[in-house]
């Protein structure tokens, strides 16, 4: 008798293990971020590290599939009414994480409570021209707009879902700090500093993930990153330059993963404080700046130059504009015009977020024709914030890489230069003229004709200084079954793992 119970149990083990073992091969996935997530709450932030993580626990209107084409999710199909009235049908199959279903409540919840200013959205320059929400039944959501918006799908690919159930009963900060969506991975817990932990959604209506857990750690140095790679320890290291990437060539178990980004690298020299109020002193700065050094001798020629706020893959890219060229005498000899207003210690606020190998070298080309820069670098977070600040706090001089994932020059244009945006340093009424005509018509000429304008302005008087479209690396485990996008999506259940 026990011999045949010991067979049974065997034959048990047979048939079970194998299951076991695929899914113990590779329970949990160990994603290596730069920063921690500054914000949860997918209506209070928008930067890499808190989209990589969030874009997992929530579910977006619509989405983008891995050729950038925008297709439907929670919104099933959608219709145009006129040209400022758009009627979405939302699943009837989804629920969030509590178990409570998600409905046309929730979406138009989600829409007005990102542009109600007092909220003051991150992002509310990118949905200000929606007026309104309303949920006309459980599964259909009319979106009124201010004028024709051109770019209103293209920007509701980044409005996550949330449930009006849960955040108006414990407030936005506790929801920040528990969050709870409905995609296809639900928070498990957040260690401040260290890392943020999702498992898996099983009762998620679309594709469910591979993995059990997701681990998104917080390692501000690449090295360790990388370092962390080849021990097998992480399985995914975002953010490497072309040095580190080198290394990664020729070990063992791991690979390169780059694709150039819609994402855009900038220079931001603040207009509404000394000294860049002074044209001049701009203009010095774009011809002290040699962009094709920094893409060759830095960049490994990933990374492709720009002159203005879009690249060839935007919507609204105008051929032909060209910025002030690079000429280091001419660039000192405007400095030394300046006298005194250019003799001043500058900081230059940066973060570990950002290539620091760039930074440097733009405060050595910058110190060169005779500026005296100094960096100053905080965490994301802080960056941020002062980012954000009233214009004329926000820092004189600072480096940015920005995706609206949106492909269109609306959705780099209009938070980094109009003025009712917490991201932008300059009040300038013709800029904001242009900005309004161009997300207020569906014509794609007049919209090119006003954008045109805008980076003609841009290129003239360096009101903000674009440098290159930039190529996002990443190092990963060989086993690791994924594919990087240019809108820079990281889905988990796109996700897979292959012994």
């Not at 290291?237 to 993963?257: C, F």
């Not at 820092?395 to 492909?407: H, L, N, T, V």
Request: glycine share 6%; aromatic share 10%; net charge neutral.
């Amino acid at each position: 008798m026990k011999m045949l119970r010991a067979l049974t149990f065997a034959a048990l083990i047979g048939v079970v293990m194998p299951t076991l073992g695929f899914a113990a091969a590779k329970e949990t996935v160990v994603i290596d971020l730069v920063s921690e997530p500054s914000s949860l709450d997918p209506h209070k932030q928008w930067n890499p590290d808190s989209h990589f993580v969030y874009r997992n626990i929530f579910d977006q209107l619509l989405s983008r599939d891995d050729k950038g084409e925008i297709i439907p999710s929670i919104a099933r199909s959608w219709a145009y009414k006129s040209d400022t009235e758009i009627v979405f049908t939302v699943r009837d199959d989804v629920t969030f994480h509590d178990g409570q279903k998600l409905t046309a409540e929730d979406v138009a919840f989600s829409i007005n409570r990102i542009i109600d200013k007092k909220f003051a959205s991150p992002q509310l320059s990118q949905f200000n021209k929606i007026l309104s929400a309303t949920a006309s039944s459980a599964s259909e959501v009319t979106i009124k707009t201010d004028g024709p918006y051109p770019v209103l799908l293209a920007q509701l690919v980044k409005l996550s879902i949330v449930p009006k159930h849960i955040v108006e009963k414990v407030g936005n900060d506790a929801f920040n700090l528990a969050p709870v969506g409905s995609g296809a991975y639900k928070f498990e817990k957040w260690q401040r500093g260290v890392d943020v932990v999702l498992v898996r959604n099983d009762n998620y209506w679309g594709d469910k993930g591979y993995f059990l857990r997701a681990d998104f750690r917080a390692v501000p140095d690449a090295a360790t990153r990388v370092a962390n790679l080849k021990a097998g320890t992480a399985d995914l290291a975002v953010t490497l330059d072309p040095d580190l990437a080198a290394q990664l060539e020729g070990a063992g178990g791991v690979k390169v993963l780059t694709a150039v980004t819609e994402r855009i690298a900038y220079l931001k020299l603040n207009t509404s404080r000394p000294p860049f109020d002074d044209v001049e002193l701009r203009r010095a700065v774009a011809q002290a700046v040699d962009r094709q050094s920094i893409i060759e001798g830095l960049l490994g020629g990933y990374d492709k130059p720009v002159s203005q706020l879009a690249s060839p893959d935007y919507k609204g890219y105008v051929a032909g504009i060209q910025g002030l060229p690079f000429d280091p005498d001419q660039a000192k000899q405007l400095v030394q015009k300046a006298g005194a207003k250019a003799a001043e210690p500058i900081a230059f606020v940066t973060s570990p977020t950002f290539d620091q190998r760039i930074v440097q070298a733009l405060i050595q080309q910058l110190n060169d024709v005779g500026f005296k820069i100094n960096v100053e670098s905080v965490d994301f977070a802080t960056y941020l914030q002062r980012a954000q600040s009233e214009k004329t706090k926000q820092p004189a001089i600072s480096f940015g890489r920005w995706s609206c994932a949106c492909q269109d020059a609306d959705g780099i244009s209009f938070p980094l230069l109009h003025s009712s945006s917490s991201f932008s340093a300059l009040s300038d009424p013709k800029i904001d003229a242009l900005l309004e005509a161009a997300r207020n018509t569906l014509d794609p000429d007049k919209r090119l004709v006003a954008y045109k304008d805008v980076a003609t302005a841009v290129a003239k008087d360096a009101l903000i200084l674009p440098l290159y479209q930039a190529a996002v690396i990443y190092g990963a485990s060989e086993k690791l079954k994924w594919s990087p996008t240019a809108n820079e999506s990281f889905f988990l259940n796109r996700a897979s793992w292959s012994e």
